[in-house]
Nanobody
Framework: EVQLVESGGDLVQPGGSLRLSCAVS????????MSWVRRAPGKGLERVSQ????????TYADSVKGRFTISKDSAKNTLYLQMNSLKPEDTAVYYC????????????WGQGTQVTVSS
């Protein structure tokens, strides 16, 4: 059974940092293309970042470039998103997802974790 379980979401002040984790079972993160996707209140889905199968290609949305870092831990079969210099507009539910063979699609999603940036 495939499971993606996110954690690490919290309430944080502007300028603060958080690290999101996505613990995966049922497939191997290290050889899978993965992404973090968020949904802000009243808005559509935004793909924040993606990392290719063996981590050789990483992309970020312009809105988070220079502030967020995506990574994988093969030993823990876990995907991470380090978020620094957080802004109120980063407030959203964050999901990790396994990308499909067509990179615009998704094979599996987690349940999401809430990040709220507010003073």
């Amino acid at each position: 059974e495939v499971q993606l379980v996110e954690s690490g979401g919290d309430l944080v002040q502007p300028g603060g940092s958080l690290r999101l984790s996505c613990a995966v079972s049922g497939f191997t993160v290290s050889n899978s293309a993965m992404s973090w996707v968020r949904r802000a209140p009243g808005k559509g889905l935004e793909r924040v970042s993606q990392i290719e199968s063996f981590g050789n290609i990483i992309t970020y949305a312009d809105s988070v470039k220079g502030r967020f870092t995506i990574s994988k831990d093969s030993a823990k079969n876990t995907l991470y998103l380090q978020m620094n210099s957080l802004k109120p507009e980063d407030t959203a539910v964050y999901y990790c997802a396994k990308l499909g063979s067509v990179r615009s699609t998704y094979d599996y999603w987690g349940q999401g974790t809430q990040v709220t940036v507010s003073s």
